[in-house]
């Protein structure tokens, strides 16, 4: 079992930044992947961001460039750092640890950002 609780949404005018946390309950190496997905409203919840256990890290296009995936092994947390930050990407994003046949969640934390 993982818990994760993500932390650091809120409202930011376009063109502004955010940081986002995942804190997650066990050590980060035994987990296979950690991913930050996105979900708007009316839309299905689509990929952002993910980051592998050995450190490889892929992006959605939409995101590539002003989007980072990281992580900090002694605090057992993820991050995503948002930069250039743009009204479509006002969503519910939500922390995810991939165990394969497993699949943890957070809560999600909204992102808004105003034009």
């Known amino acids: 079992q993982v818990q994760l609780v993500e932390s650091g949404g809120g409202l930011v005018q376009a063109g502004g930044s955010l940081r986002l946390s995942c804190a997650v309950s066990k050590t980060i190496f035994s987990i296979n992947a950690m991913g930050w997905y996105r979900q708007a409203p009316g839309k299905q919840r689509d990929l952002a961001a993910r980051?592998?256990?050995?450190?490889?890290?892929n992006y959605a296009d939409s995101v590539k460039g002003r989007f980072t995936i990281s992580r900090d092994i002694v605090k057992n947390t993820v991050y995503l750092h948002m930069n250039s930050l743009k009204p479509e990407d006002t969503a519910v994003y939500y922390c995810?640890?991939?165990?394969?046949?497993?699949?943890?969640w957070g809560q999600g934390t909204q992102v808004t950002v105003s034009s």
């Open positions: 980051i592998t256990r050995g450190g490889s890290t």
């Open positions: 995810n640890a991939d165990q394969g046949a497993l699949q943890y």
